[in-house]
């Protein structure tokens, strides 16, 4: 059995201390066996990073966007060199494979715009992830986001929290979808009460260059990537 664990979590020796078997390490950590020796964000291009194993170094660029994931393609770089496929072959799969739909996964709609589907899930550093990439990107930028859900008593403090980032982060629109959001009078803030609601302005997003759609999977958000991506109803709005 193997467990692959991060360096860095400060919760590792409990981790640890209850594992069975064989245990590695990925991080920035000089003692992780995997190591991110340096991760760079492009934007919508994904993120170059550098990493290390065995005496081994190589650097690629992986199509997951977002320096956060740096961490996860390590651990699957990890994996795979542990079942025995070199540190090079691992970066030439990682370099080539799709995002899973959802997850930061870039699209383009037909009109060419660019657009992140980050619609499966989300919690305030998720968010605030997306919203730092988002804010790399040249050009218009415009950031779709519905509520962060199973938040508890905390939930009205978190979505202020994102809605401040997003404001000194300075994305030119935020569409705030549902009644989870604080009021806010800046002139780039609207609001809607549904993904439906949004729908009905689909047309006010042609200006954008770059648009981020975010939320729970519960708000219903991926019905818009698919009404931004599908032609058809693209030419309906």
């Known amino acids: ?16 201390a209850r594992a069975n078997g064989r245990i590695m390490t990925f991080g920035t950590s000089l003692a992780a066996d995997m190591r991110i020796v340096s ?7 994904g993120i170059k990073l550098t990493l290390s194993a065995l005496g081994n170094e190589v650097t690629f ?8 994931n740096a961490g996860n393609i390590a651990a699957a770089a990890l994996a795979a060199c542990d079942l025995g496929l070199g540190l090079d072959a691992v970066a030439q799969r990682l370099a080539s494979f799709e995002p899973v739909a959802g997850r930061m996964t870039p699209r383009l709609t037909p009109r060419g715009q660019k657009l ?3 619609t499966y899930n989300a919690n305030p550093e998720a968010m605030q992830q997306a919203l730092y990439t988002l804010g ?27 809605l401040d980032y997003a404001l000194a982060a300075g994305i030119n629109e935020l ?11 800046h002139s780039s803030v609207r609001y809607f009460t549904t993904p439906e609601h949004i729908m009905e302005s689909l047309g006010d997003t042609r200006e954008a260059d770059l648009i981020l759609i ?6 219903g958000l991926d019905r818009l ?3 931004l991506i599908d032609q058809s109803q693209e030419d309906a709005c």
């Open 39 to 45: 991760v760079n964000d492009l934007g919508f291009d």
């Open 136 to 162: 790399l990107t040249a050009g218009r930028t415009l950031a779709i986001l519905g509520p962060m859900a199973e938040l508890g008593d905390t939930s009205s403090e978190y979505h202020r929290q994102v």
């Open 214 to 219: 975010k939320a729970s999977r519960s708000a």
């Open 225 to 227: 990537v698919t009404r």
């Open 175 to 185: 569409w705030l979808c549902g009644d989870s959001w604080p009021s806010s009078e």
């Open 116 to 118: 992140i589907d980050d």
């Open 1 to 16: 059995d193997l467990a692959i664990m991060p360096a860095e979590s400060p919760y590792l020796d409990q981790w640890v």
């Open 61 to 68: 660029q992986a199509p997951l966007l977002g320096v956060h």
